[in-house]
């Protein structure tokens, strides 16, 4: 089974700028989409429903914000909208999809300004004991998404010039390391190792994109009863050429 996750920075915008031919090209059975920014009844008709998936959708209360979905050429079910809280910005979902649990996160960025950081830091606080259970559950797990964190200095190419920037905090690096030490597989550094990227979200400015000079913020994070199981990971840096401004990130799983 090939899972993928995707911060499509606008699904309209995405559809329009060729989203449906990389979801051909790649073939996920399972894609996580974050900051999907609309409402299914805004997107083309056969986009609403499209044919070949089961879809499941968390849109923001604010309309053209935020957003998650998950959709899925097998079946699906819901089992949690948001993560325990209150979620108007629909930053989480989860979904069932047989003995697969999939969870599309969006976490927020505090880029903004002091308060949308400090929205960022209440989220970091209760979302880790949020999904402490699903790291111990014997049902395979995947958290995919976009948490806003690049981990270490090789997941940002600028890594001096950006150590007080939201996203590379001393305090958000250090959340991100105790996921890993407490039992997630980040198999997209576990696959390549100690070396500078792959990066998965590129600024629009200088030249970034192109020069791939990034930012590694796209995760899919795995609990051991799925870690064991995958066969294959990649960040597909194409999609984040000519789509978004994120690339897709890409595990392939024996279930």
């Given at each position: ?52 998936w089961n879809c499941l959708w968390h849109p923001a209360e604010k309309k053209g914000y935020s957003g998650t979905a998950i959709w899925s050429r097998h079946d699906l079910k819901e089992e949690n909208r ?46 880790h004991q949020w999904i402490e259970p699903m790291l111990k559950s014997q049902i395979p797990t995947v958290l995919g998404g976009d948490l806003n964190i690049a ?105």
């Amino acid at each position: 089974m090939r899972i993928a996750t995707w911060n499509v920075n606008g699904l309209r915008a995405a559809l329009r700028k060729g989203l449906p031919g990389h979801i051909d090209r790649i073939q996920p059975d399972v894609l996580m989409m974050q900051e999907v920014r609309a409402l299914p009844e805004q997107l083309p008709s056969d986009w609403r429903d499209p044919d070949g998936w089961n879809c499941l959708w968390h849109p923001a209360e604010k309309k053209g914000y935020s957003g998650t979905a998950i959709w899925s050429r097998h079946d699906l079910k819901e089992e949690n909208r948001g993560p325990g809280e209150d979620d108007p910005e629909g930053r989480v979902i989860v979904g069932r999809v047989g003995k697969l649990r999939v969870v599309s996160v969006y976490l927020p960025s505090g880029s903004s300004g002091e308060h949308r950081q400090a929205e960022k830091d209440r989220w970091l606080g209760f979302f880790h004991q949020w999904i402490e259970p699903m790291l111990k559950s014997q049902i395979p797990t995947v958290l995919g998404g976009d948490l806003n964190i690049a981990h270490t200095e090789r997941d940002i190419f600028h890594w001096k010039s950006n150590q007080n920037t939201s996203g590379f905090l001393p305090h958000e690096r250090k959340w991100m390391g105790n996921l890993i030490d407490m039992g997630w597989s980040d198999v997209i550094r576990e696959a390549h190792g100690d070396v500078d990227g792959p990066y998965s979200w590129w600024s629009n400015r200088g030249q970034a994109r192109a020069k791939d000079r990034g930012w590694r913020i796209d995760y899919l994070l795995m609990n051991p009863a799925a870690r064991k199981r995958m066969t294959a990971c990649s960040i597909d840096r194409q999609s984040g050429m000519e789509v978004s401004d994120h690339a897709m990130v890409i595990a392939d799983v024996d279930i």
